[in-house]
């Protein structure tokens, strides 16, 4: 994720996954070609099962990769957002009056062990009718409240100590 604070005070949000979504996509190719290959170069066409289930495997998980794109606007007093998907995309416009707040959704994930914890989150745009988040990254905590949440609260008109936190517990067994 990529925070960039313009000139105007604008703040632009990226995440974007192209070199996943690329490598995924070029081995799928791969996998397509070594399927076709085996089964062009062979009695038995069950060869080629594994190749061609590689080839939908790494096809269906670039499908669900989602990139976004956030920029709240200063001089328009609004956030412009866009989310896609390679086949599909969605996005709208939310005035900054309707913007409730920045929060933060923290997980935390504890090993199968249980002697271990890990924290991350993301950040999520808060609107009377519900939550947006900031992208599908999760992010470190202190990231994210440092660098990424601060800014935006900036521009809204709002302080740091507004910054709520909702806590997502999960445990491997």
Not at 29 to 39: D, H, K, N
Not at 63 to 68: I, K, N, P, R
Not at 91 to 109: M, S
Not at 144 to 161: Q, S, Y
């Amino acid at each position: 994720m990529t925070l960039e604070v313009r000139a105007d005070g604008s703040v632009h949000v990226r995440d974007r996954f192209v070199f996943l979504r690329t490598g995924l996509l070029l081995s799928a190719v791969l996998f397509g070609g070594l399927g076709l290959a085996l089964a062009l170069g062979g009695p038995d066409l069950r060869t080629a099962y594994g190749p061609l289930a590689g080839l939908f495997a790494c096809a269906a998980f670039a499908a669900v990769v989602e990139d976004s794109d956030f920029h709240f606007d200063a001089m328009a007093k609004q956030l412009r957002w866009t989310k896609w998907r390679l086949l599909g995309r969605t996005g709208g416009t939310i005035p900054f009056g309707a913007i409730e707040n920045i929060a933060l959704e923290v997980r935390t994930d504890r090993s199968d062990s249980g002697l271990s914890m890990t924290r991350d989150c993301r950040v999520l745009v808060v609107t009377r009718d519900g939550a947006l988040a900031l992208g599908s990254r999760n992010l470190d905590v202190r990231t994210a409240r440092e660098r990424i949440a601060p800014p935006l609260l900036m521009l809204l008109g709002k302080t740091a100590r507004g910054l709520t936190e909702r806590g997502i517990g999960a445990r491997r067994n």
